[in-house]
């Protein structure tokens, strides 16, 4: 009912910056809560922001003041600007929403997720 399409990530150098977007399609009334998660070879998938409809935002310890998450609400389209990447923040990275679909279900739906590479 819902697709999430992710773009921006690739392959950058260390102390780079890369912009992921995802947007939301499908029988969408509204969009609460949209987060990114990431998942690095051998470890477990982790939430790394979230941010609310009304654009409160919530980060975790090794990301803090280096990423930035934001929305377009009117496009449904959730933002990551990543600034100074470090080689850890290689990850699949993987959108997330908390959807209000018509009819008033509300369903949570993935993002394919797309590879970020950070070189040494």
């Known amino acids: 009912q819902v697709q999430l399409v992710e773009s921006g990530g690739g392959l950058v150098q260390a102390g780079g910056s890369l912009r992921l977007s995802c947007a939301a399609s499908?029988?969408?009334?509204?969009?609460?809560?949209m987060y990114w998660y990431r998942q690095a070879p051998g470890n477990q998938r982790e939430l790394v922001a979230s941010?609310?409809?009304?654009?409160?935002?919530n980060y975790a310890d090794s990301v803090k003041g280096r990423f930035t998450i934001s929305r377009d609400n009117f496009k449904n389209t959730v933002y990551l600007q990543m600034n100074s990447l470090k080689p850890e923040d290689t990850a699949v990275y993987y959108c997330n929403a908390d959807v209000v679909l018509y009819g008033s279900n509300i369903g949570n739906y993935w993002g394919q997720g797309t590879q970020v590479t950070v070189s040494s």
């Open positions: 499908g029988s969408i009334f509204s969009i609460n809560a």
């Open positions: 941010i609310t409809r009304s654009g409160r935002t």
